[in-house]
């Protein structure tokens, strides 16, 4: 089994920065992608940004720019730097990890989420 633990959430006046870091511990497995989602109050999940395996990244148009995803393979971690926060960041994120437990399974799991508020 595959478990994330996410840290670096907090509160935040518009135009801060926060460091979110996720970590991945389980055996036997390996990443194909790591993310980071975020719901925001009353809306649905939505991507924020992810990297793959081959240090490919994505972002949501909100967000580029101002955020960036990034990878330590040697220690399954991924972090997203948020910088020039404003309030429409303001959501629960949530740490995304893809990969595989043999050749013929794969998985994904999720973190617990932690809250981002950015204050005016």
């Known amino acids: 089994q595959v478990q994330l633990a996410e840290s670096g959430g907090g509160l935040v006046q518009a135009g801060g920065s926060l460091r979110l870091s996720c970590t991945a511990s389980?055996?036997?497995?390996?990443?194909?992608?790591m993310g980071w989602y975020r719901r925001p109050p009353g809306k649905q999940r939505e991507l924020v940004a992810e990297?793959?395996?081959?240090?490919?990244?994505t972002y949501s148009d909100s967000v580029k720019g101002r955020f960036t995803v990034s990878g330590d393979k040697a220690n399954n971690a991924v972090y997203l730097q948020m910088n020039s926060l404003e309030p429409e960041d303001t959501a629960v994120y949530y740490c995304?990890?893809?990969?595989?437990?043999?050749?013929?399974?794969?998985?994904?799991?999720w973190g617990q989420g932690t809250q981002v508020t950015v204050s005016t």
């Open positions: 990297i793959t395996s081959s240090d490919s990244t």
């Open positions: 995304h990890i893809r990969g595989k437990l043999t050749d013929e399974l794969s998985f994904g799991t």
């Open positions: 389980g055996n036997g497995f390996s990443i194909d992608v």
